[in-house]
């Protein structure tokens, strides 16, 4: 039986990703900082820990205590929307010690055991919000373009040790808790960009484009975990494989599929 560690399992991508593995048979190590087993089916093959993607022991804790993984998946992560001037450098910290320096502890973590196996999967949640610019969300895509130069980089390390490395990259998904659970950091807008709030807002409530299901974000992870075939970047949701088909040549203001990271 294989073993999947995934992050940020209180809720959304990550908590619908653990209950996709555990009915698929797979050993489901799911983590969160606050553990809740009644989230998850009660399979003898899961095992719910503790885990602060910022916190070193508490990173080591749970590593030690899952055992032997198969697969780790980086989905844990914090958004914010404001305009830079609006963003206290105190959040922009703390979204990239979850968004970034979280992941990239957590595979540092697990890589001598994957290394020393010749093999293993790494799966880090980005978002498509880093194949398209868009206003309002410059340090979250910061946050997450930072995570996809990371892990594309890590791949050619990784190839000598036949370690997998790949990128899931999901669209909007407004049915998750994730603009909820952000709204801690978010702060009044300054007066200067109300007018561009204000039209942002009401592109993203009017648009009428595909957005993603939570389906597509966790049949694609397992893919990415399961098919060694699979290419590095995987877009997840109608919008998100909509933008990737676009290319890297998308200028500001060109129009694409609704995309907001407080909802990816």
């Known amino acids: 039986m294989k073993t999947i560690l995934i992050t ?5 991508f990550g908590l619908e990703t653990a209950r996709y593995f555990l009915h698929r048979g797979w050993r489901v190590v799911a983590t969160m900082r606050t553990p809740r087993e009644d989230l998850l089916p009660r ?6 820990l503790a885990l602060d993607v910022t916190d070193q022991e508490s990173i080591r804790q749970a590593v030690e205590a899952a055992g032997p993984v198969d697969v780790l998946v980086n989905n844990a992560g914090i958004g914010a929307l404001n305009a830079l001037e609006g963003t206290p450098m105190d959040t922009v910290r703390e979204i990239f010690e979850t968004n970034a320096l979280g992941t990239i502890a957590m595979t540092q973590a697990l890589l001598p ?3 020393q196996r010749k093999a293993g ?4 949640v980005t978002s498509a919000v880093t194949l398209k610019s868009l206003p309002l969300l410059s340090v979250y895509t910061a946050s997450k373009a930072a ?5 594309e980089s890590l791949a050619l390390e990784l190839q000598q040790f036949n370690v997998r490395v790949s ?6 998904a407004p049915q998750t808790r994730f603009g909820e659970n952000s709204r801690s950091r978010m702060r009044s ?8 709030a204000q039209n942002v807002f009401a592109e993203w409530t009017q648009s009428s484009e595909p957005l993603t299901q939570a389906s597509d974000v966790v049949e694609t992870v397992w893919r990415a975990a399961n098919d060694p075939s699979c290419p590095i970047r995987l877009p997840a949701g109608a919008d998100a494989v909509a933008l990737a088909a676009l290319g890297p040549g998308l200028t500001l203001g060109q129009a694409a599929p609704d995309e907001t990271a407080l909802e990816v």
């Not at 940020?8 to 959304?12: A, D």
């Not at 990128?167 to 909007?172: A, D, F, H, N």
């Open 147 to 151: 995570v996809n130069a990371f892990t």
């Open 43 to 48: 399979f003898g093959h899961l095992r719910v």
């Open 121 to 124: 999967v790494i799966v880090n």
């Open 8 to 12: 940020g399992c209180s809720s959304g």
């Open 113 to 115: 055991q994957f290394r």
């Open 167 to 172: 990128l899931v990259l999901p669209g909007r």
């Open 189 to 196: 807008i300054p007066d200067a960009y109300s007018e561009l």
